[in-house]
């Protein structure tokens, strides 16, 4: 058994090896995976370890005192969220004058929304579990993005004119 000793005790690890580059460091629910190149010896891979263990022992323990299930998005939410977003490009449409090619909701990582330069709106599925506002928010923010393809001052002055609160529901897009 693979194990990493900090603060008087073992945490537990899985090693994995295949024909990776550098040594990675994963660690889900509590559990931690080494994934190493098959050809580095295992000193080196343990000294990698070794240099990490406060950072793995701090991760793991913050699971076990807190192990929040991972976010679950219930059915009734997502019903919510396709709701708000129909409503928001309803009334958004008839303000801007503007009309998304596609609307869909995926799970994506690094934004809350996106608009291509094919005019179709992505808006995130984590946004299940956000106040109304913020939602409308995003739609606001990604059909401005039809008629102003940037973050430029005339952006944020058509996303403002349309919510003039805006700032608040972006602050608490950030703020988790
Ligand atoms: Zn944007």
Redesign the pocket.
Known sequence: MNEIEYNGEKIPYTMQKSRIKNVYIHIKEGKVIVKAPIRLKDKYIQEFINKKSKWIYENVKRYEQNPKKEEKIEQEDIKRLKHVIEKSIEKYSKILQVMPNKVRIKDIKYAW???SSKRNITINLKLATKEEKVIEYVVL??M??LREMN?SKK?WDLVEENMNDYKVYKKKLKDN
Do not use: I, K, M, R
């Open positions: 929304g996106s608009c923010h990604e401005c993005h973050h952006f």
